[in-house]
């Protein structure tokens, strides 16, 4: 009776878990569903950035407000005040850039709205308050006593009628005939209201400073009485004239005009940016097409699917059905990471940009990462006696913990990245933080229910399809059930019997501060070779040419004048075609005669182009701002892994191989040449990701098997055996990252190239310092402390090497107790093979440590946690 009422509760509890994980799955189609009707076509709901899409190209001339010459200080400060505007609006992926001496270059992604760019981007900015009484212009005063400083405005159409134009124009009063109470200086606030309660104008409300609210407070004390005015300016134009009903001690100020919503909030980017140190009238505009190039682009969308599919093939080949159900995980992954993205284009808080495709790139390659650890978790947990059913909770329970360490040491970065960085950096840190929230909640809500529910039937009954039965097939060996001679008697896609990686620390350590000797070496000597978006150079437009030549071969005309690195947009002014080419060469003089020879060669008229000198993209102020995103992200991502582990010398490792792998590769760039430009950048910023998340996977099972009670071996042996549970899916996410990103290097287009360069090098040398650099040095940190210097002084300092998730002697000690005479000397020979640094202590170590669970191997502890008929079967071994 009672085990029927047992067999009910269990019946009933499996079956709560199948509806939680039903309705999961229902969830997710709900989401993927929405999405793809989000997204659906990419081509028109995601918003794509300058370099992707193009856009539209503003100059704008400085003026100086006392007629004199405008200096480089104003020049600087006044684009990065354009800058910051620029970006409020939404286009975080502009070009803003000095142009000659009085002129910027703003280059907006996707808008063709000229006036509505100017209004804001150019304004001046120059808010002052003033009494109206120290007006000295009777006219104006009385104009604004009278109310008359803000009519409605009117056009005259073809026919001389006169309309109403639905715009408000302001009174102009010239500087010098009032005396300014406050200034724009004095603002520490701004944001946007309603102006009444029951009107549809809305207002700007600032909030000023001590000394903006003292001054303040002593006028309107000696204007209520009177009721006098005090008049808001911005710009030479009057704005509004409250009289004054009462003292204003708060610092709180609404100006009001019959602004809307979208003029009161372009005001509002406008005071928060500050006032322009010139002022600015534009001198042209024209539409720019993409840097990339479509050839270039439709190319790298075509090898990226290329690589993508190869990457699907190689999963099914070495996963089998298991890599079914990883495709599928991707791609519900690439529905909802599309759908989010839509949905921010949708509120113009997103343009895809190179950086950000870089972001994409990476949290695609994440996603494959995570469902790899899951599955190769699910496998070995299999192989370590559990059932399919049991597996499939415990296993891809820790597999997805594993993954979601590294995906938030990795969001650590993102969000560093994106907070404190700007211009493209940006934007990659925008795309890789969503790519990592969207992986979670794949994992989360289809990775994990699909896998629960297909392991007791579907899985269990065929394994063979499902790729797992090897792993059952090994399971008897790595349980002791079964005596093995060597590894070649079990058979499976897994590690029998450890590789001593850890045993060449010293060897790799070695080879790695050599490498990053030369490497500072090779900088000193040959330098870097910064492209035009850090060091400036000329900029050349040609009017000409746009119809019947391609960005290729105007890139190709270039290098052949002797500017190999020259960046080309197509344009179109005033419905005329033709180019906009940004070369490195600092010299206008030599850009023309480079210009005429590019023009000689199509066949264009020699005054059909203009060259100008052009400052960096990348001015001081980006790049300092994205230094110290970057370095505070390293702080943080130290003071996370170490707060996660419980050790700050993990932290510490992590960021050493990371340094290493960023070195190296601007090593690789200099000894070849090659130009770092922004995409040079994203792809260094997304090694980053890849370097951190391999080396938390590695940390995160070390870890692990550190809670083992009583291990019977040094640390260096137990950090060698971790490094070899996850070596297989490291080397498997790795290889499904390089692919398409190794495809894109090989076809890809020239613009492509430096950003593959740099993800093929940093892949390759983010895996190998997870094991060669990032461990080693944690190791030989750890054993340094008194608990694990014990236990190197009693087992001694070679690294043993672990046979069939066991010690080798207690591998020894196992196969000798379950064979005959002849076959225990044959597993003497098996232990040999397995580690001869332990054949002087294997007899003495057998006898002493028998093979228990818990003294095989901590790494089996995990495992061992699931039913009561698991452990007595050990204990029956064991026996």
Known sequence: ????????????????????????????????????????????????????????????????????????????????????????????????????????????????????????????????????????????????????????GTITDDFGNTLPSGTVEHLKVDEGTYTPLITGNNITKVDIGRASETGTDYSVNVTLDSEGTKAFADATKELASSKGKIVIILDGEVQSAPAVQSEITGGQVSITGGYDKDEASAMETVLESGSLPVSFEYAQSQVVGPTLGQDALTSGVLVAAIGLALVMLYLLVFYQGLGILTAAAMAVFAVLYLGILALLSHFGLFSLSMAGIAGVVLTIGMAADSSILTLERFREEIRMGRSVRAASITGVRHGILTSIDADLVTLVSALTLFFLASASVKGFGLTLAL???????????????????????????????????????????????KPAASRKDVKGRFIKLDINLLGYRKIFLTVAACAIVVVVALVGIRGVNFGIEFVGGTSVTFHQGGNDVTTEQVRSAFDAAGEPDAVVQTTNSDGQAGFLVRTTDTSAESAATAANQVADQFGWDSESFEVTTIGPDWGTSVIQSSCIAFFVSLLLIIAYISFRFRDPKMGVSAVIALLHDLVIVLGVYVLVGREVTPNTIAALLTILGYSLYDTVVVFHRINENMKAEAPKCTFATMANHSVNEVLVRSLNTSITSLIPVVAMLIFG?????????????????????????????????????????????????????????????????????????????????????????????????????????????????PANHGGSKNKKKHKKVQG
């Open 1 to 152: 009776m009672a085990q029927l009422q047992n067999a009910k509760a269990k019946k009933k509890k499996g079956g709560n878990v199948n509806r939680r994980n039903v309705w999961l799955l229902v969830a997710t189609t709900i989401l993927v569903i929405g999405s793809i009707f989000m997204f659906t076509p990419p081509q028109e709901k995601i918003n794509q950035g300058l370099d992707i899409q193009g856009g539209l190209s503003v100059v704008l001339s400085a003026k100086s407000t006392d007629g004199g010459t405008v200096s480089t200080d104003d020049m600087e400060k006044s684009r990065a005040i354009i800058e910051q505007r620029v970006n409020a609006l939404g286009a975080s992926e502009a070009v803003v850039q000095l142009q000659g001496t009085d002129q910027i270059l703003v280059q907006i992604p996707g808008l063709s709205d000229t006036e509505t760019a100017l209004s804001t981007i150019g304004k001046t900015g120059k808010l002052e308050f003033a009494r109206l009484d120290s007006f000295t212009d009777s006219d104006v005063k009385t104009k604004i006593e009278n109310g008359q400083y803000g009519t409605n």
């Open 435 to 481: 790519g990592i929230v969207c992986d979670i909640v794949m994992m989360l809500l289809f990775k994990a229910p699909i896998i629960r529910l297909l392991a007791p039937k579907s899985i269990a009954r065929h394994p063979g399809f499902w790729g797992v039965k090897d792993c059952e097939q090994a399971a008897p060996y790595f349980q002791g059930e």
């Open 749 to 861: 287009g020239e613009t492509l190239r430096d950003f593959a360069l740099a993800m093929t090098v940093g892949l390759l040398c983010g895996c190998y310092s997870s094991y060669a650099i990032a461990t080693p040095i944690y190791v030989m940190w750890k054993t340094r402390e008194p608990k694990f210097a014990k236990l190197q002084k009693k087992y001694g300092t070679e690294i043993q090497r672990w046979f069939l998730n066991r010690l080798p002697q207690a591998a020894a000690a196992t196969a000798t107790a379950g064979a005959s005479a002849p076959a225990a000397g044959v597993a003497a020979g098996a232990a040999a093979d397995t580690q001869a640094a332990s054949a002087n202590t294997s007899a003495n170590a057998a006898a002493q440590q028998p093979a228990t669970a818990s003294a095989q191997a901590p790494a089996t502890k």
